[in-house]
């Protein structure tokens, strides 16, 4: 949105201000109220939490267990995960930096990913080392490293994370980029998988949810389509649920990516909030079919 556009939705201007650290005085609940019914048209029920998106607020909240910013952390994960299930699932990483002025590049290889520890946008994709507009980049980088993820959405893990950049190999699958298998897992059991295809195709992104034994599911988010093509049952998809229940044990929801790339498994990241508990589904009915799989330890209002 631009500067016209907020001066005639004050709502939004609002939810900016408070993005931005303006409005420090407007407490976690206040705000995730607030945003959650600006953006979804529904209140949220903080005392008897029952569809998906509203358990994802109640967790920001109240589920803080302080291990969960080493999960988040997109360096600091990559050990946590290593530890668990061995680091032949880890994509090697070349180098971890607090400032983009900082990278060696003539250490790095010809092809290789610059990512941010603290943010899901602090991303440049090096094919070829002698193309790369190192400007450009590093100012995407130096802006994302500026950027406190936290405020956005009151995802209160990332508060603690370290912004720092790191760069790691360069991965892609047979369809030339990287297929996310995104494990979705309730109480430690993992129900729900969505491929995430075409993320950077003219075409746009889709999105295909898969039951725990590859059975599509029908639904969706808002303005993004199902794959264009069939999605055959990964051969990893076993083990990938496997290494999902490891990771999830004892959380009451959180999702867990994976790459496979040459018919090997490779980890992503793990988020505690997808799309942050913002977004609809289509139709609405798994929303609460969702929610209706996590147990919260408690509640309170």
């Known amino acids: 949105m631009n500067k016209s556009d907020y001066l005639k939705n004050p709502r939004m201007l609002f939810i900016a201000l408070c993005e931005h650290g303006y409005m420090p005085m407007v407490s976690d609940k206040a705000f995730l109220s607030f945003k959650f019914r600006t953006l979804t048209g529904r209140k ?8 998906f998106n509203e358990k994802l607020q109640w967790m920001k909240l109240y589920d803080r267990n302080p291990l969960y910013t080493q999960m988040v952390d997109k360096d600091l994960a990559k050990k946590y995960v290593a530890e ?6 880890i994509i090697p990483t070349y180098g971890v930096w607090d400032r983009f002025s900082d990278i060696d590049f003539d250490s790095l290889p010809d092809q290789f990913v610059l990512k941010c520890t603290h943010d899901s946008g602090g991303l440049v994709i090096c094919r070829d080392k002698s193309q790369l507009d190192r400007e450009a980049a590093g100012s995407k980088i130096t802006k994302c490293l500026q950027n406190d993820y936290y405020l956005h959405n009151r995802e209160w893990p990332y508060k603690a994370v370290k912004p720092r950049v790191l760069a790691e190999k360069y991965m892609e699958d047979e369809t030339g980029e990287l297929q996310d298998f995104k494990v979705h897992c309730f109480n430690g059991v993992p129900r729900a998988i969505l491929v995430c295809r075409d993320r950077f195709s003219s075409s746009g992104m889709t999105e295909d949810f898969f039951t725990d034994s590859w059975e599509h599911m029908d639904v969706h988010r808002p303005h993004t389509p199902f794959s264009r093509e069939p999605i055959p049952k990964p051969e990893q998809l076993d083990e990938m649920l496997r290494l999902s229940r490891v990771l999830s044990e004892g959380i009451p929801f959180v999702r867990t990516d994976f790459y496979i790339v040459g018919g090997k498994l490779y980890f992503g990241e793990i988020t505690f909030f997808p799309a942050s508990g913002m977004k609809r589904f289509e139709p609405e009915s798994y929303d ?3 929610g209706s799989w996590i147990t919260l330890p408690g509640a309170r209002a």
């Open 44 to 51: 949220i029920n903080w005392e008897h939490p029952e569809t």
């Open 84 to 89: 668990r299930l061995g680091p032949e699932y």
């Open 288 to 290: 609460r079919l969702f």
